[in-house]
C-alpha cells in the first residue's frame, strides 16, 4: 500500500537520497527544505500520513516539527532521522548514515508499512 510521506532536510543531497529510499519502499514522497517549509505543507496537502524529519536544520530544529505536526493531526505518524541524537524524545529514530533495511524496519514498526 502506498503511503504519502513528507520528508524535511535541510541538506538538498541528504534529502535527494533519502526521498528515493522512501521511494524505493513504495511511498509516495514530498519534500520540504525546513521545518516552515515542512509546516506550510502539512496544512496544503492533508495526503501526508508520515512525516520523517531531520533533527539539526537552521529554521526550526526537528522535533519542534514533529510536535508541531502531531498537533496539528493526531494520525500523523513520525519518524526522526538525527546523526548525533540518540534519543528520539518518543518518537521513533534512525540514526545517520543508515541503509534502506533501516528505514524498512522502522517505518514497518511504527507507521503500519507493509
Avoid: Y
Avoid at 45 to 73: C, K
Avoid at 85 to 114: C, N, W, Y
Amino acid at each position: 500500500m502506498s503511503r504519502v510521506v513528507l520528508l524535511v532536510d535541510d541538506d538538498p543531497l541528504v534529502r535527494a537520497v533519502v526521498a528515493s529510499m522512501v521511494e524505493d519502499l513504495g511511498c509516495t514522497v514530498v519534500t520540504a527544505a525546513g521545518g516552515r517549509h515542512a509546516i506550510d505543507t502539512l496544512l496544503a496537502d492533508d495526503r501526508i500520513e508520515i512525516l520523517i524529519t531531520d533533527v539539526n536544520m537552521p529554521d526550526m530544529e526537528g522535533f519542534a516539527v514533529a510536535q508541531a505536526a502531531t498537533w496539528m493531526r493526531k494520525e500523523l505518524k513520525v519518524i526522526i532521522l538525527s546523526g548525533r541524537e540518540s534519543d528520539g524524545r518518543g518518537f521513533p529514530i534512525v540514526r545517520k548514515p543508515f541503509l534502506l533495511g533501516d528505514l524498512r524496519r522502522t517505518m514497518e514498526q511504527h507507521t503500519a508499512l507493509e
